[in-house]
């Protein structure tokens, strides 16, 4: 397709917008394949009414139950999207219950709490902020030193892959030397001094659990190698890519892809520093993917009123952005103060029923002013 144009437009994507005007970013895959900026009177989030299923939506995961339960948030056939609380064990409960995905890759990331993740490759210690990737049908038992609650991501299309860097290199938004690796020897070590053992596995196959129980400990390799393992990356170790002239698109911001779904970090960063170039996200419609966002700390400068463990919801469909206020609530400041996790699909996500119970009804409303 050729490049077009007519009436009102800019020559660079969210610069220069004529003032009182408002510009709108339509594009196809994940804004890296055929896009179009249309520059509006008015913001293109400005609905009155909304009737039907098709709407933006917002949901306080902090209500969430404090079970050691997956609670299914969001699903297809590609991706399910849970919240997890994990309780501390008594110090004198010594036999562990491990647990192994068969149905897909697993991603833990912890939202809030301390402790330690123990696989058959070895042992990790979390913070929050960190994403733990536990590939299909690696063992593997979450031990918190506090309360912990996990925004986890299951993978049913594929494995979790870098994204593609493109002429940015290999290094850019974070060097494969920020992975961490499984520490085997210290899962022996902490096996033999808390004198824990695992004699039971639960396997999740076709959405079903089979239980299988050993006489011995099933954390028994003293070595390994290859490509194929547990890892490790806190946020703090994602290096943004960006434009310090110009906001660049969502997708510049992706940290691991799936085959229909990515998984993208927001994280602090400096603000766009040219007169005329817009200092918020653009309103936008991502015509090919559902939008997950879940808030994880900081302060979120696009909208106002959240709070730490939110999520929203902007189905493909309708444009959605900014909140009004935003460009006055970015005055002044240099740098973003965020950290969220965005996961973007191809197919349509469904929502659990439980979702209705943490939804804040109104919030389709929050664009008008």
């Not at 965005?342 to 119970?357: A, E």
């Amino acid at each position: 397709m050729y490049h077009s144009a007519q009436g009102v437009h800019t020559k660079q994507a969210h610069k220069g917008i004529p003032e009182g005007a408002v510009e709108e970013e339509q594009g196809r895959g994940g804004f890296f394949g055929r896009v179009s900026h249309l520059i509006r009177k008015e913001q293109s989030t400005r609905w009155k009414k909304i009737e039907g299923p098709l709407k933006p939506r917002m949901f306080d995961l902090v209500k969430c139950a404090h079970t050691s339960t997956r609670q299914r948030l969001f699903y297809n056939q590609d991706v399910v999207l849970y919240s997890q609380w994990i309780k501390p064990i008594a110090a004198s409960q010594k036999d562990l219950r491990a647990f192994r995905n068969a149905d897909g890759d697993m991603i833990y990331f912890a939202h809030i709490g301390t402790g330690k993740l123990l696989t058959e490759y070895g042992i990790f210690t979390y913070r929050p902020g960190d994403y733990l990737v536990v590939p299909k049908c690696i063992a593997h038992v979450v031990l918190p030193d506090l309360d912990s609650q996990f925004f986890l991501i299951e993978n049913l299309s594929g494995d979790f892959r870098e994204p593609d860097r493109g002429i940015a290199g290999r290094h850019a938004v974070y060097d494969i030397a920020q992975i961490e690796q499984p520490d085997l020897a210290g899962l022996q070590t902490h096996l033999q001094t808390s004198g824990q053992r695992c004699l039971e596995v639960e396997v999740k196959h076709t959405n079903e659990i089979t239980r299988f129980e050993y006489s011995d400990c099933l954390f028994d390799v003293i070595g390994w190698k290859g490509d194929f393992f547990p890892f490790k990356l806190n946020m703090d170790q994602i290096m943004p890519l960006m434009s310090h002239r110009a906001h660049v698109p969502p997708s510049a911001h992706t940290t691991f892809v799936a085959p229909n779904f990515v998984v993208c970090s927001f994280v602090p960063r400096p603000l766009e520093s040219d007169e005329d170039a817009l200092r918020v996200p653009f309103y936008h419609q991502n015509i090919d993917y559902d939008e997950i966002l879940f808030y994880h700390n900081g302060d979120f400068f696009s909208r106002a009123n959240l709070h730490s463990g939110m999520l929203s919801f902007h189905p493909a469909g309708f444009p959605h952005g900014p909140h009004p206020l935003a460009k006055d609530k970015v005055k002044g400041k240099t740098h973003t103060n965020e950290y969220a996790v965005m996961i973007d699909t191809r197919r349509p996500l469904l929502r659990d029923p439980v979702m209705d119970s943490l939804e804040f009804a109104d919030y389709w409303k929050s664009w008008q002013v």
